[in-house]
């Protein structure tokens, strides 16, 4: 017997180490009780759960789980932080995005917290000649500024440039970036038109004069939003950085100055150990990136809260979707993180909303200390594997757009798109399915709610990749709702016929109540079926009471006028049963036909 010196932990010592294999027994149990008859590694893929990109969350992970060395923070490879001290410093850069010419907003950040600006300019956005009104009162020293002007990034930087040199700002003082993305831009509008030569030499007037100033964004945002994964992402990004750093030394610039003039910009979402390993891969591939090309270096992110997630219905839940993100995007290490306010999908955000967010990361940093410990994530043996996975799978996406010519070939062949289609196709069942929920739209969805009004925001650049939503199926069918309670004066309705006691109809009547709500359908569980105003009909009880009465209560609901009788389990053999609603359904189409039998168009 070992005996173990006294550390004041004598209980937790006397507790035997549990081996993987006895683990893996207690789990074949638990599967042989549900009718799994698995065993050994079997048993723990049972358990996993399948990502996208071909990579599988295990439930289990050990030290066994090797990955590479991640190095040391501010050390190639990078995976553990752009710099040694991490944000130890002060926290990361808090930084608010703007689409409208309104200063008193950009005054109000600053003062609250903010500590860089994301302007979006131009034809999209806030006019250049408005640049000089928005930023009116800000000290150009102290707060970096980012511009997002698409093709008008170069009036839009000359003017940055211009204020700095009116207020007597030194050039060694100026922080930000002059927003140049060409690639980005045509990914957004499908324009592959965009002179790439004003660009370079807005880099090498930063490389030569303005030291804290990059003139290029390689923005992963175009790729995510069209529907792309984890490593889609990192894969269009690591590409496009390679095109830039091709274009800029072709100008004439080393590659260690090329570099220098890169800021990424990737999404950060709700799924925080995704978005964690996406931000520590896209480190770790950027540094293969410049060894390869000889100026080894670290990579600058700015991690943006995802558009994706956001939803227009129940958009109060966007706070904490948001927050889960921010989080992440903070273990993660991101150097700047822009949190989108909780009603980015309704319009232009109010005072409240823009407090929420950049609330968001002062309490993280600030009241959560999330900052005081670098790279908190390393050495989780999930987070570290997950990380080595992923990026595999974002380095194969960029050799195979290298393979297509590039960035800017495998956007004009319509191959990336295809291949983002692909993989948002995939992702939509599981929507349509509920296997991804969206809390307050295709789960717990509240149809008294009432519908937050904001002022319309700019109409952002399109005509190239898609901006697909998770909402986006169940938003057509509650607008469907919508109209035909503004025509009618009531929603369409569904009843839902308990069969039994409480004990056996609660739960299948909760879940069909849940769903046909999601398809803005209201269910009326009291009184009589002819009572209830509705053309269809949902039986819900327990598989036992089906067997003995569901055969005999549909044929009477049928007898009383009802034109579709649903039942809230799964199939069976149940005569004048026309469908059945189960947990894993393809709840869209189950929706999206019901409102076209009640005649809601």
């Known amino acids: 017997m070992t005996v173990l010196p006294d550390d004041g932990l004598s209980l937790a010592a006397e507790f035997p180490d549990a081996t993987h294999e006895q683990w893996q027994r207690l789990v074949e149990g638990v599967l042989r009780k549900s009718g799994k008859e698995v065993s050994g590694a079997a048993a723990e893929d049972a358990l996993s759960t399948t990502l996208e990109d071909g990579l599988r969350a295990r439930p289990l992970y050990t030290a066994d789980d090797s990955a590479p060395d991640p190095g040391l923070p501010g050390f190639a490879p990078f995976v553990r932080g752009g710099r040694p001290e991490g944000n130890t410093l002060g926290g990361w850069d808090v930084r608010q995005q703007h689409t409208a010419a309104d200063g008193a907003a950009v005054l109000g950040d600053l003062e609250n917290g903010v500590t860089s600006l994301w302007l979006v300019a131009g034809a999209d956005g806030i006019p250049v000649s408005s640049l000089d009104r928005v930023l009116d009162g800000v000290y150009l020293d102290l707060a970096p500024v980012v511009l997002d002007a698409g093709r008008d990034v170069e009036p839009a930087a000359r003017e940055l440039l211009r204020l700095y040199q009116e207020r007597g700002v030194a050039k060694e003082a100026a922080r930000g970036n002059l927003g140049a993305d060409p690639l980005g831009h045509e990914a957004r509008t499908g324009d592959g038109g965009f002179d790439f030569v004003p660009v370079a030499a807005l880099a090498g007037l930063c490389a030569e004069e303005y030291p804290g100033l990059r003139a290029l964004t390689v923005d992963a945002l175009p790729y995510h939003e069209a529907g792309g994964s984890a490593a889609q992402e990192l894969g269009s990004s690591l590409a496009t950085g390679v095109a830039y750093l091709r274009e800029l030394t072709e100008a004439g610039l080393s590659v260690q100055q090329a570099a220098?003039?890169?800021?990424?910009?990737?999404?950060?979402?709700?799924?925080?150990?995704?978005?964690?390993?996406?931000?520590?891969?896209?480190?770790?591939?950027?540094?293969?990136?410049?060894?390869?090309?000889?100026?080894?270096?670290?990579?600058?992110?700015?991690?943006?809260?995802?558009?994706?997630?956001?939803?227009?219905?129940?958009?109060?839940?966007?706070?904490?979707?948001?927050?889960?993100?921010?989080?992440?995007?903070?273990?993660?290490?991101?150097?700047?993180?822009?949190?989108?306010?909780?009603?980015?999908?309704?319009?232009?955000?109010?005072?409240?909303?823009?407090?929420?967010?950049?609330?968001?990361?002062?309490?993280?940093?600030?009241?959560?200390?999330?900052?005081?410990?670098?790279?908190?994530?390393?050495?989780?043996?999930?987070?570290?594997?997950?990380?080595?996975?992923?990026?595999?799978?974002?380095w194969e996406f960029f050799q195979w757009i290298e393979r297509e010519g590039g960035q800017a070939a495998a956007?004009?062949?319509?191959?990336?798109?295809?291949?983002?289609?692909?993989?948002?196709?995939?992702?939509?069942?599981?929507?349509?399915?509920?296997?991804?929920?969206?809390?307050?739209v295709s789960e717990f969805p509240n149809l008294a709610e009432r519908l937050v009004e904001r002022a319309p925001a700019p109409v952002p650049p399109s005509g190239g990749l898609p901006r697909v939503r998770r909402d986006e199926a169940f938003e057509v069918l509650r607008a469907r709702s919508d109209a035909h309670l503004s025509a009618t004066g009531s929603r369409p309705r569904i009843f839902l016929a308990a069969l039994g006691p409480a004990a056996a109809h609660t739960a299948r009547l909760t879940f069909a109540s849940n769903l046909f709500q999601a398809g803005g359908i209201e269910p009326?569980?009291?009184?009589?079926?002819?009572?209830?105003?509705?053309?269809?009909?949902?039986?819900?009880?327990?598989?036992?009471?089906?067997?003995?009465?569901?055969?005999?209560?549909?044929?009477?609901?049928?007898?009383t006028g009802a034109g579709h009788v649903f039942l809230a389990g799964r199939p069976g053999q149940y005569p004048d049963v026309d469908a059945y609603v189960f947990a894993g359904c393809d709840a869209v189409a189950v929706l999206s036909a019901t409102l076209d039998r009640m005649g809601v168009s």
């Open 524 to 559: 009326v569980t009291e009184g009589a079926f002819e009572d209830s105003g509705a053309t269809e009909v949902c039986l819900c009880s327990s598989d036992t009471l089906y067997e003995e009465r569901a055969a005999e209560v549909a044929g009477e609901l049928k007898a």
């Open 260 to 394: 220098a003039q890169l800021e990424f910009r990737y999404a950060a979402t709700a799924d925080q150990f995704l978005t964690i390993a996406k931000l520590r891969a896209a480190r770790r591939l950027w540094a293969r990136v410049t060894e390869v090309c000889g100026a080894p270096g670290g990579q600058v992110q700015h991690a943006v809260t995802s558009p994706v997630m956001m939803s227009r219905r129940d958009p109060w839940v966007n706070m904490l979707r948001t927050t889960v993100a921010t989080l992440a995007a903070g273990v993660g290490g991101a150097d700047a993180v822009t949190v989108l306010p909780f009603d980015h999908a309704l319009g232009l955000p109010d005072a409240f909303a823009r407090r929420i967010a950049r609330n968001t990361s002062t309490i993280l940093v600030e009241e959560s200390h999330l900052s005081r410990v670098i790279d908190p994530a390393g050495g989780s043996w999930y987070v570290e594997r997950l990380t080595d996975e992923l990026a595999h799978a974002g």
């Open 411 to 440: 956007l004009r062949s319509g191959r990336l798109g295809q291949d983002l289609a692909r993989t948002w196709e995939a992702r939509s069942a599981k929507l349509a399915k509920r296997r991804e929920p969206v809390t307050g």
